[in-house]
C-alpha cells in the first residue's frame, strides 16, 4: 500500500473503535507499520529467497548479473554495511549478507574464541541471523523516520512541491533487508540435527543455507588441513533435512548451497554403501588409495572391498580414517557437484587452496557438461595470500609468454620492493577483476569475502590504539575516526540517532503528545553534527 493508503485504513479502523481510541493518530500507526515492515522471520525469509530467484535468474542471461556479499559478525556491522551500500550506490540490489560459521565460532561462542570445527553452540547461528535482521529492520525504521520528520518540516513551511517528493520517498523506500547466505557447517549431526537447525535459521531469516560435505564431528576449516568428508548419500540425505525444513515453514523457493571440501580433503570416515556396479557409492568408493591383496592370511581386522575382479585393502590410518589417491581431488569435486545438483542443490560452493580462475572453471566445465545451468558461490577468502598469488600468476605466465621476468624472485613477490613494479601493477588489475572475469568464465553467480570485517575491526583497533595511546593522543581519535565520520558522511558518527534515540522521540510524541519528555531538545550534543 501507498504511504496515503496506509493512513485511510489506519483512520478506518480508529473511527471503528470510538472515543477509546481517540488518542490514536491514524498517521503515526502508519508510520509505525511502514517501520516494521517485516512482522517475522519467515516474512524476511521469503522476500529474500524471491530475491535471490530472481537474481540467480537474472545471473543466468548474462553473468555480468553477479552478486557479492561481505562476512559480518554482529548485526551492527551488517547494519552499516547496508547503510553504506545504500549511501554509495543508491540500491541494495545485488548485495547480500554472509555468515560465517568461522566468526561465529571465534567471535560468538560463549566458550571463548574457538577454531572453525562446529564446537561452537549451534543456537549461535540462527541468534545471530535474527540479530542481522534486527540491525536491518532498525535501519529502514531510522532512514523512515528522518523522512518522515521531513515531511514535517515540509508541511510546516507550505513546501507541496518538497512534501509531494517526499511521499514519493517514502512510497518507494528500498529496504535494506537482503538476503543472508547462512552457514550451517555440516549440520551439527545427523541428518535429523541438521534439520532442526535447518528450522531455527530459516525462523529466524535465512533464505540460503550454506552445507558442506565434511563429517559433523571432525569438520574442519575450509583452508585448514584434516579435513574428512562423507559419503555421498549420507550429504544428500542433509541436503533434503534442509528442503523438508523450507518446505514445512511455507518457504517453497528456499536455496541450499551445497559446498564440497574434496579438492583439499584426503580422507573420508566411512566406506560407502554400493549395492551395484557404477552406483554413487561405488563411485565415491573408486578414489580409496588401495592396495590388492594377494595372500589373505595378511588381512587382521582389516575392510576390504571388491575392485574390478580384485580384492583391494583400503588404505587405513590409525585415526580409522580411510586415505584417498593422491591428485584426485578435482575428480572428487566434480562428482559432489554433480550429485549435488541432480538431488536437490541451487548452487555449488567448490572450496579451493587458492585463486585461480582456471582452476575454477576447469572443475565448473566438466559440471555443466551434465547440468548446464550449474553456478558457484565462491569464497574470496583472506585466507589466500592475493598480492602474492596473483603476482605469481602473473610471474607465470610472463615466463611461459617467454617475457623477462629476471628483475623478479618469484618466491619473494609479496615483498614491497616490488609494489611499484609493472608485474604488481598488472596482478592487482587480475584482483580488481577477478570477480566479474570468474563470473564470466568460471560460473560463479555469488562472490563472498568470509571475514572481511574480522580483519577490518582488528586493522582499524590497531590504527586507533598505536595513535591514541601515542604522541597523538585525542588527535590520534579526532583526526583518524570522528572528522573521517564527518567528513566522509557517516552514519554512527550521530550515534545517539544511530542508536534509535531519535525514533523514541517520535514515539514519545504519539504516545504523550505534549507532554513527552524528549532527549532531543537543544542541549543534546548531537545537535553539533547537524550540519
Known amino acids: 500500500m501507498t504511504y496515503q493508503d496506509n493512513i485511510a485504513q489506519a483512520e478506518q479502523l480508529i473511527r471503528g ?71 554509495h550506490f543508491g540500491t541494495t540490489k545485488r548485495r547480500y549478507l554472509y555468515l560465517s560459521g568461522w566468526m561465529v565460532a571465534a567471535l560468538r561462542s560463549d566458550f571463548g574464541p574457538l577454531p572453525d570445527q562446529s564446537m561452537h553452540e549451534k543456537t549461535s547461528v540462527p541468534a545471530l541471523i535474527e540479530e542481522l535482521y534486527t540491525f536491518l529492520r532498525q535501519a529502514d525504521a531510522r532512514e523512515l523516520g528522518g523522512l518522515f520528520r521531513d515531511l514535517d518540516k ?57 552445507i558442506e560435505n565434511q563429517v559433523s564431528d571432525e569438520k574442519q576449516c575450509g583452508h585448514q588441513d584434516g579435513k574428512v568428508t562423507v559419503p555421498h548419500e549420507d550429504f544428500l540425505a542433509k541436503i533434503r533435512a534442509c ?16 559446498r564440497t571440501d574434496s579438492l583439499g580433503a584426503g580422507l573420508t570416515k566411512q566406506i560407502a554403501f554400493s549395492a551395484q556396479p ?9 578414489f580409496l588409495d588401495c592396495e590388492e591383496i594377494t595372500d589373505t592370511s595378511t588381512i587382521n581386522g582389516d575392510v576390504v572391498i571388491n575392485r574390478d575382479g580384485k580384492l583391494m585393502r583400503p588404505k587405513r590410518l590409525r585415526s580409522n580414517l580411510f586415505q584417498f589417491r593422491p591428485g584426485t581431488g578435482a575428480d572428487r569435486c566434480v562428482l559432489d557437484c554433480i550429485t549435488s545438483l541432480q538431488n536437490g542443490a541451487d548452487l555449488l560452493w567448490i572450496e579451493t587452496e587458492k585463486p585461480h580462475i582456471e582452476q575454477i572453471a576447469g572443475m565448473v566445465d566438466r559440471i555443466r557438461e551434465a547440468v548446464p545451468n550449474a553456478k558457484l558461490v565462491y569464497n574470496n577468502s583472506p585466507s589466500f595470500n592475493w598480492t602474492l598469488n596473483f603476482r605469481q600468476q602473473v610471474f607465470d605466465a610472463w615466463a611461459e609468454a617467454g617475457k623477462d621476468v629476471s628483475a623478479y624472485d618469484r618466491a619473494r613477490l609479496m615483498s614491497v620492493d616490488y609494489d611499484g613494479s609493472e608485474l604488481a601493477a598488472e596482478a592487482d588489475e587480475k584482483i580488481r577483476t577477478f570477480q566479474r572475469d570468474a563470473a564470466k568464465r568460471a560460473g560463479i553467480f555469488h562472490h ?19 595513535e591514541y595511546f601515542g604522541e597523538a593522543g585525542m588527535l590520534g581519535y579526532v583526526l583518524n575516526v570522528q572528522r573521517q565520520e564527518i567528513r566522509q558522511g557517516i552514519a554512527c558518527v550521530r550515534h545517539q540517532n544511530m542508536a534509535g534515540s531519535d525514533i523514541g522521540d517520535d514515539h514519545k510524541d504519539y504516545f504523550a503528545g505534549e507532554a513527552a519528555l524528549k532527549a532531543g531538545g537543544a542541549h543534546n550534543t548531537m545537535n553539533q553534527f547537524a550540519a
Open 17 to 87: 473503535q470510538g472515543s477509546p481510541w481517540a488518542g490514536i493518530g491514524a498517521e503515526a500507526v502508519a508510520r509505525m507499520r511502514l517501520q516494521n515492515r517485516f512482522q517475522t522471520g519467515l516474512d524476511i525469509a521469503r522476500y529474500t529467497a524471491k530475491i535471490m530467484r530472481e537474481d540467480m535468474a537474472a545471473y543466468d542471461l548474462d553473468p555480468a548479473n553477479y552478486t557479492q556479499s561481505l562476512g559480518c559478525w554482529h548485526g551492527f556491522i551488517g547494519q552499516q554495511k547496508l547503510i553504506s551500500i545504500k549511501k
Open 154 to 210: 515540509a508541511r510546516e513551511s507550505g513546501n507541496q512541491v518538497e512534501e509531494q517528493r517526499l511521499v514519493h520517498a517514502i512510497d518507494n523506500h528500498q529496504t535494506h533487508v537482503v538476503p543472508i547466505i547462512a552457514d550451517i557447517d555440516a549440520g551439527f549431526g545427523n541428518a535429523e540435527a541438521t534439520y532442526l537447525l535447518a528450522k531455527k535459521m530459516i525462523q529466524a531469516g535465512a533464505c540460503a543455507l550454506q
Open 243 to 258: 528442503r523438508y525444513a523450507f518446505l514445512e515453514l511455507g518457504i517453497n523457493d528456499g536455496i541450499i548451497v551445497a
Open 278 to 286: 557404477g552406483d554413487i557409492g561405488d563411485q565415491y568408493n573408486s
Open 448 to 466: 563472498l569475502i568470509t571475514l572481511p570485517t574480522y580483519h577490518t575491526a582488528a586493522l582499524s583497533t590497531d590504527n586507533l590504539a598505536k
